[in-house]
């Protein structure tokens, strides 16, 4: 997207992490904001439906530990299982942020998996993009449906590695590098990053960035794990750059010439 290596650009904005981060299941808000302090990220993602930023007065919200001004709040539609609901929520979301069309789609199948509804989310994604939202979408790993919401106008198309909150890592990474071959929008892996050799991977498999929450929130210790998934980033983003060796296998090339030795 952008050359250096780190910067992360969604929807014309350019951000020094690709690694964007959830605010739910912390302790509370003091915790929240201290993880994603050691996360580094500068996009976090609340849930509308479960998470104050306005519309519940006189309750906790969210915004006074994670401004505006300093973080790009991505509002979320965890919890939708319909269209419908997904469009009210981030209706409602963009009146509470002032207009701010960036926002994250998720419509879900069903409660016990939270593997998204592609008929609904598509559905949803059409009527956002229409009204002016910046979308960027949660959806399966099918390289067909990823392409459908590009071609809608979503901003960013973002598979799922494994069920979200499973903690299994990637597993189909063919279909992850053919949605990132063929797309011309940033591809995010979403769900499904357990520890941080998944989020390297993800970033050497050609990612644009990462999403989790619980990988980070539900760690033993979540800021040496916020920490931990800042480095894997930054890091599987370089190795992809790099372009890693050629895998050989049972030919062993000795990195300094044997010739002259006794026997050759």
């Known amino acids: 997207m952008s050359h250096h290596p780190h910067s992360l650009t969604v929807a014309g904005r350019t951000y020094r992490s690709r690694l964007l981060v959830g605010t739910g299941k912390y302790r509370d808000f003091a915790q929240t904001r201290a993880a994603i302090d050691a996360s580094g990220a500068e996009i976090v993602t609340v849930a509308i439906r479960r998470t104050n930023i306005g519309q519940t007065a006189g309750e906790a919200n969210l915004l006074d530990v ?12 965890a919890g939708c299982y319909n269209a419908a609901d997904a469009v009210r929520t981030l209706r409602l979301a963009r009146e509470l942020l002032d207009g701010h069309p960036l926002c994250k789609l998720e419509v879900l199948g069903d409660p016990t998996t939270l593997f998204p509804n592609m008929p609904e989310t598509l559905k949803a994604a059409a009527t956002l993009v229409s009204e002016g939202f910046e979308v960027m979408v949660y959806c399966a790993d099918d390289p067909v449906q990823a392409k459908m919401l590009e071609d809608i106008g979503c ?3 973002m598979p799922l590695a494994s069920l979200i909150g499973s903690g299994m890592g990637i597993v189909n990474p063919w279909n ?45 210790d979540p800021l040496l794990m916020a920490s931990a998934m800042r480095k894997a980033v930054e890091a599987g983003r370089e190795a992809f750059l790099a372009g890693r060796m050629p895998r050989k296998y049972y030919s062993a090339d000795p990195s300094s010439p044997t010739n002259g030795l006794i026997g050759s």
Not at 66 to 77: C, E, K, R, S
Not at 192 to 213: I, K, Q
């Open 155 to 157: 901003v960013a198309v």
């Open 66 to 77: 994670l401004p505006p001004a300093q973080f790009t709040i991505l509002p979320n539609t």
């Open 176 to 220: 992850l590098r053919l949605i990132i071959d063929h797309a011309k929008v940033p591809v995010l892996v979403d769900a499904g990053v357990g520890t941080a050799s998944d989020a390297a991977m993800a970033m050497e498999l050609g990612c644009d960035g990462v999403l989790m929450n619980t990988a980070i929130a539900h760690a033993s």
